[in-house]
């Protein structure tokens, strides 16, 4: 196989990790309903993710290749993702953080390995635009961590009698 359809194939696999976390992102914004600034955070990267998913369209069309024949061989990868957030339990937006914080830094791994795979085979423009993506995934990975401790204390806290004196943690804005 040439190495740069090595590389198309990396794209497509990006591709279509942005494509199904579309739908993920959009259920997890529908359960943070009652935390407006968790559920604006997420809604603002569901647009990212869709403009992800276009900009890595184009660095295939780039490199002379199409998406559409993705084989979609992150499925397992993706379905763990979704798998833990279609459950309903009470601690949904606890689970649906994991899988959230996870989501975001299995998407770091991968642009960072296309940056390296593109300089390498003298793709500048490809990398440059997976450096730009990158940017966005480290930016929501940095919110989820922070505000990771809030989503657990906010669901135990929910479980403390009322009285207890239990204060509700605000959250904070990576
Ligand atoms: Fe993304
Ligand atoms: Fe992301």
Known sequence: MDQRDTLIGWLNDAHALEKSLEPVLENHAKDAANHPEMAQRIQQHLQE????????RGCVERLGGSTS????????????????????????????ALSDYAAEHFEIASYRALI??????????VARVCEEILQD??????FLE???PMVVQQYLNADVPVGSGAGTPGFRNA
Do not use: C, I, Y
Not at 116 to 125: H, M, V
Not at 137 to 142: F, N
């Open 137 to 142: 995934e480290e930016r929501m990975a940095r």
């Open 69 to 96: 024949t993705v084989k979609n061989t992150l499925g397992k990868v993706t379905g763990f993702f979704q798998g833990l957030s279609t459950e309903p339990a009470r601690d949904e937006l606890v689970k649906n």
């Open 146 to 148: 922070q505000n990771l």
């Open 116 to 125: 390296a795979g593109a300089r390498a085979l003298g793709e500048t423009e």
């Open 49 to 56: 993710t869709r403009r992800h998913a276009d900009l890595v």
